[in-house]
């Protein structure tokens, strides 16, 4: 195929050529590049050679995947390839004057690399969080989770070792989408980081940038997650031709759960990325509502995640379960600026105190009683929290005498527990189970949660 490569590099830098020196001439304001038929199909048939050697490499799903794929070129995109959902169907895109630059085992992990963004959902999951993120935090915190599992990456390539060299992190390997894009745009707002003028409006682009690599994104059709998983489920039945990675193996089988559930400890992960511990004020900003007031200050993110963990003493979890729980905990939010109240509590509140690590717990109290949530409720209404997990069988009261305001709830049943008594939960519940712990011992750094999956996705050795 390298005979090929070059001889499309060729008739493509004819056609760049031959537009430059039309448009310099001509005096229309906006002159479109002609695309040659000669060349669009010339270049087609190169990637269906691609398209070939990826159905016989011996991760043939990409090759089959691709194959079910409408294509086009665009030259505007500021990457290799992009996708887009329109119609009823993914269509990716290829930018020839990138593109053709890469070898041919980089073209391949190009291609790669859209169709592990489309399995991990990541069209929505980015789309949630544009309010609360730049483009160019989530663009690299997505980039860091399909790159994690690709080799013959090109040189531009966004990886978890040159963001944490750039911006001098010390971010951890197979983490979440949401971990990544929290802790680089804390980054970002440090560096007062400003996204304006950002736009792209080159009819040719001939670089890479990472800001506007997901930019046709936003154009796909706007559907509902059910929808999408939907059709995105038929191409990877389509695409299963034999045995595949564990890697894969594992996103496809938290695409196909239907109901969408994850573990509670996943859950966690996700919405510790969304909880906001306010604003402060600062002059290195200027106010977003009114730019040209230089006598108002900005803001940027203050993160202090302030999480109670009410813990149910009376009998419904074991001290096993009590354990894996806080360990859990600790190690999801141990990247956040946190501080964490423990609160035991059978009918009412035992005991509060406070924990920064698996060294502050205590052992649990041995009263045993009967179970109400409304005093931690009570208690978590008194403080400026911003999250509350409740550990419990869930035989409680039918309805809270006091309801939670300003925080989000999490709900965890026991192993035990199949449902809770509330009628009205005011948040998530979700199940104490599937916790694979690596080892027993309170070494942190040891802690895994939930083996390996899309949103944990930690390679299986």
């Known amino acids: 195929m390298i005979k090929e490569q070059k001889y499309l590099c060729e008739k493509l830098d004819e056609l760049v050529n031959t537009y430059s020196v039309l448009k310099l001439n001509s005096k229309e304001e906006k002159f479109k590049l002609d695309i040659k038929d000669d060349f669009r199909n010339d270049f087609f048939k190169f990637i269906d050679k691609i398209n070939l050697s990826l159905m016989e490499d011996n991760e043939n799903f990409y090759g089959y995947f691709l194959f079910q794929m409408n294509r086009d070129i665009k030259f505007d995109i500021a990457s290799p390839n992009a996708t887009i959902f329109k119609n009823a169907k993914y269509t990716i895109y290829f930018n020839p004057v990138i593109f053709l630059n890469l070898t041919i085992p980089q073209m391949k992990s190009s291609i790669k690399h859209e169709i592990l963004h489309i399995i991990s959902m990541h069209i929505l999951r980015s789309k949630k969080l544009r309010q609360n993120y730049s483009d160019l935090a ?69 670089e890479y940038k990472v800001e506007n690599t997901h930019d046709i994104w936003y154009d796909s059709d706007d559907l509902d997650e059910k929808t999408l998983k939907e ?109 964490i109240t423990i609160v035991e509590c059978d009918n009412e509140i035992k005991r509060i105190y406070k924990v920064k690590s698996k060294r502050d717990l205590k052992e649990r109290l041995k009263v045993r009683g009967g179970t109400k949530f409304s005093p931690v409720v009570e208690y978590a209404n008194s403080k400026k929290i911003n999250l509350l997990i409740y550990f419990t069988d869930g035989k409680g009261e039918e309805r809270l005498s006091v309801v939670p305001k300003g925080y989000k709830v999490l709900w965890v049943l026991s192993g035990r527990g199949e449902k809770i008594s509330l009628l009205n939960t005011y948040g998530l519940v979700k199940k104490l189970s599937s916790i694979e712990i690596k080892d027993n011992t309170f070494d942190m750094s040891d802690v895994r949660s939930d083996g390996y999956s899309m949103t944990n996705q930690a390679p299986i050795i």
């Open 231 to 339: 059709f995105t489920q038929k191409l990877v039945n389509n695409s299963q031709k034999g045995e595949i990675p564990s890697y894969l193996g594992s996103m496809i089988s938290n695409l196909k759960n239907k109901d969408g559930e994850i573990p509670w400890n996943l859950y966690l992960k996700k919405i510790m990325g969304t909880i906001e511990g306010g604003k402060k004020k600062t002059i290195t900003r200027r106010n977003r509502r009114q730019p040209n007031r230089l006598d108002l200050r900005g803001e940027i993110r203050s993160h202090k995640a302030e999480i109670v963990v009410a813990i149910d003493i009376s009998g419904s979890i074991s001290d096993e379960e009590f354990i894996q729980a806080i360990e859990e905990v600790l190690n999801i939010v141990k990247s956040h600026n946190n501080e």
């Open 138 to 206: 989530i663009n690299m915190a997505m980039d860091i989770v399909v790159n994690s599992y690709l080799n013959d990456l090109p040189p531009f390539a966004t990886t978890l070792e040159n963001v944490n060299l750039r911006y001098s992190l010390n971010l951890e390997p197979y983490e979440t989408f949401e971990y990544y894009v929290e802790n680089i745009q804390n980054t970002l707002d440090l560096m007062d980081f400003d996204e304006e003028g950002k736009q792209n409006n080159k009819e040719i682009e001939d």
